[in-house]
């Protein structure tokens, strides 16, 4: 309500004993909607600071201002060392302007997101602070001023329809025009003209109002919690103050809530593959079984370069076909069956266990979301930032890291936090990948358990690999990969570098990491 008609009568009838006879000593602008005016005699100073957001436009009168030395910009230059004449305030208008000597003035239009602040000379426009806004390109001043009838009879005649008599009331006033019964059908002319009489008598008074529990200036008394002002000026520094305080504290909260549904998100993301994949391979026929009939059946002679043998299934009481690798016996099949088997239990072993894991972080993030939610103190929430920032740093290592089917993997950054991957950070049946030939990030896939890591996470990772090294432009990279205690660091050599004992190769395209 601070570009309201009554309050700028108020604030430009204030201004004029603060500005006139004061000379301007720069207008420059160091945001895009920001404007800020300094003026000085030999008495003191005073600067109009001119916040012209679409969503939160504002002025305020600080005692001082440091101008930055980069990122400012001069504007209406014209008016340098200029006195001002006065401060004329237009009539049933939200607009004011500063008249300065040499027949220049200054326009403050006032229209909530189409605020402008516009010079002119001679009545001419020279040039506009916003110069979007495509209709001030017309503007004339003397169409600004607008004498409007506001006798009783006028008011009768338009049928006590106050917004053809009093365009500048707004939802404010309505509102409290509505809960004095003007707009009952049954209220006699008299009495609506008594509650109007008793409206602008509280408009024009010099009380102003702020209330406590949010930024908002009014001009008549409310019910709820406020302070009271006599000057639109300090009014206006302390709307600016608790505007931008409860700005500040609203941004910082919906960039913790952002975080934190992000976290949620990927979290319940992770839960829910990892569940379906581990529903799948539950579901799935388990190689345990697949071998034990390929043991019942050693005693059959078979082509050694079939793939497929179709077998008797004593679990389901019916005939089953059962790949076979060439070239290999049914118990070596068997045996490769097995292997598979006990692998398959340590990765049912790593999902359920990394399923858990996640389940108990989604627990802490919702804790944190409600947390952040109920917090309405801006101290409060800073505090509160500043501790988790410093709890999520001491539990992140220092390195890239990422998670691929329920693999943990750690990318280093540069070469001395390659070294501190490979030699203090990985274990001994960690993998360890590296683009082939050429500078990148050395990479571990984490294999606490010791097991056959599946050629697809190998592969996936090898891409990533390849992705964060010299080649990641290459259509295809060879990746060497191999246990980590294969891995050695020769003394007195370069950082990240290293030699390895065994290794093998796969050929990928580099992808980075979805």
């Not at 607009?95 to 997101?113: C, P, T």
């Not at 598979?340 to 990394?354: D, G, M, R």
Request: net charge positive; hydrophobic share 35%; with cysteine.
């Amino acid at each position: 309500m601070q570009f309201n008609y009554y309050f700028l009568k108020a604030l430009s009838k204030e201004l004029d004993g603060h500005l006139t006879g004061k000379t301007i000593d720069s207008i420059f602008s160091q945001n895009k909607d920001e404007l800020i005016m300094c003026f000085s005699d030999r008495k003191s100073e005073f600067y109009i600071k001119a916040n012209l957001e679409s969503q939160s436009s504002l002025l305020s009168f600080p005692p001082s201002f440091a101008r930055a030395r980069k990122n400012s910009v001069d504007l209406f230059n014209e008016l340098s060392g200029h006195t001002v004449v006065k401060i004329r305030q237009f009539e049933n208008e939200r607009s004011f302007s500063i008249q300065f000597e040499n027949d220049f003035e200054l326009l403050f239009k006032l229209h909530g997101r189409h605020s402008n602040v516009i010079l002119f000379q001679s009545n001419e426009l020279l040039s506009l602070f916003k110069n979007n806004i495509e209709k001030d390109q017309q503007l004339k001043l003397d169409d600004l001023n607008r004498p409007i009838d506001q006798s009783k009879e006028a008011i009768k005649k338009a049928n006590f329809d106050l917004f053809q008599v009093y365009p500048t009331f707004d939802k404010h006033i309505k509102n409290h025009l509505k809960a004095k019964g003007f707009y009952e059908e049954n209220q006699p002319s008299a009495s609506k003209l008594d509650v109007l009489e008793s409206l602008l008598t509280e408009l024009n008074d010099s009380n102003f109002y702020l209330l406590k529990e949010t930024p908002e200036l009014r001009l008549i008394k409310p019910e709820e919690e406020h302070n009271l002002f006599n000057s639109p000026v300090e009014i206006s520094n302390q709307l600016a103050r608790s505007f931008f305080t409860n700005q500040g504290f609203a941004q910082l909260k919906n960039k913790l809530l952002t975080q934190v549904n992000k976290e949620i998100k990927k979290c319940e993301s992770y839960i829910s593959q990892n569940k379906n994949k581990l529903t799948e391979i539950e579901n799935r026929r388990g190689y345990d079984e697949l071998a034990n009939i390929l043991m019942a059946n050693l005693h059959l002679k078979i082509d050694p370069s079939k793939k497929e043998i179709e077998l008797f299934d004593f679990y389901a009481n019916e005939q089953i076909k059962i790949k076979l690798k060439p070239n290999l016996s049914l118990q070596h099949n068997a045996e490769n069956l097995y292997r598979k088997a006990k692998n398959q239990s340590k990765e049912v072993e790593v999902l359920k266990k990394n399923i858990h894991s996640k389940e108990r972080a989604l627990e802490q993030l919702i804790e944190r979301k409600n947390a952040i939610s109920t917090i309405e103190d801006s101290k409060e929430l800073k505090t509160f930032e500043k501790s988790n920032t410093k709890s999520s740093t001491k539990e992140q290592p220092p390195f890239i890291e990422f998670e691929i089917d329920g693999f943990q993997v750690f990318a280093g950054k540069n070469a001395k936090n390659n070294d501190l991957l490979t030699q203090k950070f990985a274990r001994k049946d960690d993998l360890w990948l590296h683009a082939r030939d050429v500078s990148g990030s050395h990479v571990i896939i984490r294999n606490p358990n010791g097991m056959k890591i599946p050629i697809r996470v190998i592969k996936q990772v090898a891409q990533i690999a390849a992705w964060h090294s010299k080649r990641k432009s290459d259509t295809l990279c060879p990746v060497i990969y191999t246990q980590k205690k294969y891995v050695r660091k020769p003394k007195g050599s370069l950082p990240g570098q290293v030699i390895l004992s065994k290794e093998e190769v796969i050929l990928v395209e580099p992808k980075r990491n979805q």
